[in-house]
C-alpha cells in the first residue's frame, strides 16, 4: 500500500505498533460504551422525531383554523367560469395553444 510522506507523521501517532492488543476487559468496556452511545442516539432521535412530528401537526391545524373562513366564502361564492345553475358558462375561458404562420413580407426588419 502506498503511503504517502507527507502525512506520514500524522498517521504514525495512531499506529498500534508499539501498543499491546487490548485486554478482554477493554473490549468489554468499549462494547457496552458503544451499545450505550447508540442507545442515546437512539432516544435522542426519537423525541426529535415526536418534537417534528408535533410542530407539524400544530402548524397544520394553526394553518386549517386560520383558513376556516376562507373555505367557507370559496364554497358560499364559487369562482367565476364555472358556469351557473342552468348550465350556462360565465367567463369560460378554454386553454390551447396557437400555431401562426408568418409570411416572409411579414417579419420585421433586423
Do not use: C, N
Not at 8 to 32: C, E, H, M, N, V
Not at 60 to 69: E, I, P, Q, V
Not at 86 to 91: C, L, M, N, V
Amino acid at each position: 500500500m502506498y503511503r504517502d510522506p507527507k502525512f506520514s507523521g500524522l498517521f504514525s501517532q495512531f499506529g498500534a505498533a508499539d501498543r499491546p492488543p487490548p485486554s478482554l476487559l477493554q473490549k468489554i468496556l468499549t462494547a457496552l460504551v458503544t451499545i450505550a452511545l447508540f442507545g442515546v442516539a437512539l432516544m435522542f432521535s426519537v423525541v426529535f422525531f415526536a418534537v417534528v412530528v408535533t410542530v407539524g401537526v400544530v402548524a397544520w391545524g394553526y394553518l386549517w383554523w386560520k383558513t376556516r373562513a376562507l373555505r367557507k366564502q370559496m364554497r358560499e361564492h364559487p369562482p367565476a367560469g364555472r358556469g351557473d345553475a342552468r348550465g350556462e358558462a360565465q367567463g369560460l375561458v378554454i386553454e390551447g395553444e396557437v400555431i401562426r404562420e408568418v409570411e416572409i413580407e411579414d417579419r420585421p426588419p433586423r
